[in-house]
Each structure stands twice: as structure tokens, then as C-alpha cells.
T-cell receptor, first 108, second 112 residues
Framework: GIQVEQSPPDLILQEGANSTLRCNFS?????LQWFHQNPWGQLINLFY???GTKQNGRLSATTVATERYSLLYISSSQTTDSGVYFC??????????FGKGTRLSVIA | NAGVTQTPKFQVLKTGQSMTLQCAQD?????MSWYRQDPGMGLRLIHY???????DQGEVPNGYNVSRSTTEDFPLRLLSAAPSQTSVYFC???????????FGQGTRLTVV
């Protein structure tokens, strides 16, 4: 089945800094999602992005399906951005496969 | 519109006990699935269903049973709980397999 790899595994930022999280996948995908897991454990939908670029406030995402990667950009980070960011991909007949996540800590 | 609702939120079981984790969605989604989350492992698929009456196994199905008698509900049964099943369990739903998936708030299960 498809493999989903995320980098970096851990990231520490000063408040106000920008960051880029990467998601690589091993096969062509039908679709891709980014989630934020907050410190209370909730999974929050960020982007549903098979290709192209989307923006939502300080967050944006780009998926280049032909090159098998997706990027999540966080600008002007805030302490509330802390948590774990997951990407997950659909491929062929397999249900959603998750990467292991990037743990982000934003320090005031 | 409640989305995906999981109950209970927390549960402690003794080894060998059985229980059912409930999952209900009110979005008329055909596709539902169960994941478990363990430290450092991301989320792994246990079972999924493409519609009422149809279920299939995921990556880690052993020790779990599911059924889908209605579109709205997809319960997960632990037949004989083991400490290795200590985890956080998430239920998800989507219109179709590759539509946007929405997750419940999770059930934190501890088996002692």
C-alpha cells in the first residue's frame, strides 16, 4: 500500500516565525488531507487538497501530485498553532493512510 | 448537525472484558472507518465500511469486530480486551472513500 512520510518529525518555533511542513507519498493519490491535532487530542480538518494550492488565513497548502508531495505553510505562527500536524492520503482502493505527523511547538 | 459523535470519551477496562465503542454520524455519509492512535505511530486503520451491510479489515483488525446495520452507526467491538489495545480510538466518516473525511473526538481506552 501507499506510504506517507512527513518531515520534520519535530519543530520548535518562536512566535511570529514561518514554517514549512512536508508530506511525501509513495504512489499516486486520489486525494490528500492535512489535519491539526490540538493539545486536547481533537483532529481538526485543515485542507482537502488533491492538487494545487489553497489558503486559509495564515495557513496554506500546496500539493504537487505528479511529484508526490504536499507542503503545509504556517506564517506568523502563534502559540495556538502548537500540536501535531498530520497529512493523510487516499490511493487506489485503500482508505485514508496517515503519516506519523510533525509535532510543532510554538514558544512565546 | 453534530457531525461524528463517539461515546464514551474515556473508558477503563480489565483484561478479558468486552465492550463496544459507539460511533454515529448525521451527515448521511456512506463511508465510515475506525482508527487507533498510539504514541509515535500516527493513526492506523482498524476496520472500515463503504455502506450499510458492508465492512472490511484495515491494517490492524485483530481483536476487533464491526458491523454496519444502518448508514448512521458503526460500532467497534472489543471481544476480550488486552493491554495492547490501550489506545485512543477515532471514528471517521465521508461521503465516499476519497471524499473529505471528518473525525469524531476520540475515545481514550485503557486496559489494565
Amino acid at each position: 500500500g501507499i506510504q506517507v512520510e512527513q518531515s520534520p518529525p519535530d519543530l520548535i518555533l518562536q512566535e511570529g516565525a514561518n514554517s514549512t511542513l512536508r508530506c511525501n507519498f509513495s504512489d499516486s493519490v486520489n486525494n490528500l488531507q492535512w489535519f491539526h491535532q490540538n493539545p486536547w487530542g481533537q483532529l481538526i480538518n485543515l485542507f482537502y487538497i488533491p492538487s494545487g494550492t489553497k489558503q486559509n488565513g495564515r495557513l496554506s497548502a500546496t500539493t504537487v501530485a505528479t511529484e508526490r508531495y504536499s507542503l503545509l505553510y504556517i506564517s506568523s505562527s502563534q502559540t495556538t498553532d502548537s500540536g501535531v500536524y498530520f497529512c493523510a492520503a487516499y490511493s487506489g482502493n485503500t482508505p485514508l493512510v496517515f503519516g506519523k505527523g510533525t509535532r510543532l511547538s510554538v514558544i512565546a | 448537525n453534530a457531525g461524528v459523535t463517539q461515546t464514551p470519551k474515556f473508558q477503563v477496562l480489565k483484561t478479558g472484558q468486552s465492550m463496544t465503542l459507539q460511533c454515529a454520524q448525521d451527515m448521511n455519509h456512506e463511508y465510515m472507518s475506525w482508527y487507533r492512535q498510539d504514541p509515535g505511530m500516527g493513526l492506523r486503520l482498524i476496520h472500515y465500511s463503504v455502506g450499510a451491510g458492508i465492512t472490511d479489515q484495515g491494517e490492524v483488525p485483530n481483536g476487533y469486530n464491526v458491523s454496519r446495520s444502518t448508514t448512521e452507526d458503526f460500532p467497534l467491538r472489543l471481544l476480550s480486551a488486552a493491554p495492547s489495545q490501550t489506545s485512543v480510538y477515532f471514528c471517521a466518516s465521508s461521503y465516499f472513500r476519497d471524499s473529505e473525511a471528518f473525525f469524531g473526538q476520540g475515545t481514550r481506552l485503557t486496559v489494565v
